[in-house]
């Protein structure tokens, strides 16, 4: 038996291994001719500009395994106040922009007298626009719309489906989420409709659910629906009988959804406005191509989102969940691929302790440890599961935490 404290003190050393395995195997490159000087001098030139705090400034490849020649310069800024035509100045401020790097410019403002603490992405006006809208809404406590998190915080005593209202003219295709509390919805021009928006209030109110999250699907893709709750079965009913508006209409593939007991006993899986226990609906977006033998990836797609999602949810983080469909290794039959980045920001107990959840949730729904390739720890199923789940990838950095689900190949 091994002494109490060996398990967390393994999965420390796993961590530091990984990050040492990450600098061993991908040394410190050189950036690109003059990158650095300039990124100084923007930096200076954002520190004279009247209302500026603090700036932060970083430099590094995109990506060292894949993108190694791909350059990114961040730039956090800090505002003394909340006057948001700060974002002008520093886009005045950034034409220059860096030599040899992409340039992103973040600008954090505080809470003030009718505005919410807002961060955004300074170099795009329509965001800035959109993001002095919501701050000075009375149901808004947060905004964030940057490119790693498009999200708008409610105030708890915040109306859902005011809150999904306000975000709509600027989601589009673009996914943008809602959250109050233990709910968070992400929000499209098409998703969620009216019936599923009267539901999650009533949801959001009833003592026996726990914990609510919905990702709209992209023009293509299925939106999912994960709720979990004392009472799996009158969940689950009630979302069967709820209507698909987006769907019904031909609009849109009709939603997913799964309930889970909050000790995951207890799991039912099932399609909004369908009878519970329904085959997978025959949605599949018409390409326009020739007809070919390509497998229905329905339930694997479904599968490995509801999963990664449940993941999410298990390391108490936010964020939406994407997909794609890759050629299986062995070049036979097509899989599944969902993935998703949770950044730091969002991890409110820091990067270890969403990690150890996040394998010990693995490890309980039936995944075991099976390689480590370049930082990351690939888990797969003991047995088939009835999801079409296969295999899972963990993997930190300074970005987050970064998650995917493999689904089985199909043929």
């Known amino acids: 038996m091994k002494p109490r404290g060996a398990k967390r003190w393994t999965r420390v050393f796993a961590i530091v291994a990984a990050a040492l395995c990450l600098s061993a195997c991908f040394p410190p490159a050189t950036p690109p001719q003059g990158a650095r000087e300039s990124l100084t001098e923007l930096e200076n030139r954002f520190r004279d500009l009247p209302g500026v705090s603090t700036v932060e400034a970083s430099l590094g490849q995109v990506d060292p395994k894949d993108q190694p020649r791909d350059w990114l310069a961040r730039v956090l800024v800090t505002a003394v106040g909340t006057d948001l035509e700060l974002a002008g100045a520093l886009r005045e401020a950034a034409v220059p922009g860096v ?166 006993e207890e799991r039912v899986s099932g399609w909004l406005g369908l009878p519970l226990g329904s085959s997978p609906p025959n949605d599949e977006p018409q390409r326009n191509s020739e007809p070919s033998s390509a497998p229905n990836l329905n339930a694997e797609r479904s599968g490995a989102i509801s999963f990664l999602e449940e993941t999410v949810l298990a390391a108490a983080g936010t964020a939406d969940v994407d997909s794609r469909e890759e050629s299986c290794a062995d070049g036979v039959g097509m899989q599944i691929r969902a ?65 995917a689900v493999t689904s089985a190949c199909a043929t």
């Open 339 to 403: 993935f998703t980045l949770l950044p730091l920001s969002s991890l409110s107990d820091g990067l270890e302790s969403a990690f150890a959840r996040v394998t010990s949730h693995w490890s309980e729904t039936g995944l075991q440890p099976y390689d480590r390739a370049m930082g990351t720890d690939i888990w797969r199923v003991a047995e088939p599961r009835t999801d079409r789940v296969h295999s899972a990838s963990i993997r930190g950095s300074s970005e987050g935490l970064s998650l």
């Open 99 to 264: 030599r040899g790097a992409e340039l992103t410019t973040t600008l954090e403002l505080p809470a003030g007298e009718g505005v919410a603490a807002t961060v955004v992405d300074a170099l795009d006006a329509a965001e800035v626009e959109f993001a002095d809208t919501l701050r000075r809404s009375p149901q808004v406590a947060y905004v964030s719309l940057t490119p790693l998190r498009r999200n708008i915080d409610l105030e708890r005593q915040a109306s859902l489906s005011e809150g999904i209202a306000l975000a709509r003219p600027a989601a589009g295709t673009d996914r943008l989420s809602v959250t109050r509390a233990d709910v968070t919805i992400s929000v499209t021009d098409l998703e969620p409709g009216a019936a599923l928006i009267a539901l999650f209030e009533s949801l959001s109110d009833d003592p026996a659910v726990s914990h609510l999250y919905f990702a709209a699907g992209a023009p293509t893709e299925r939106a999912s629906l994960n709720v979990m709750s004392d009472d799996v079965g009158r969940m689950a009913e009630a979302l069967a009988r709820t209507p698909d508006d987006a769907a019904d209409r031909g609009q849109a593939r009709r939603v997913a959804f799964t309930v889970t007991s909050a000790d995951s």
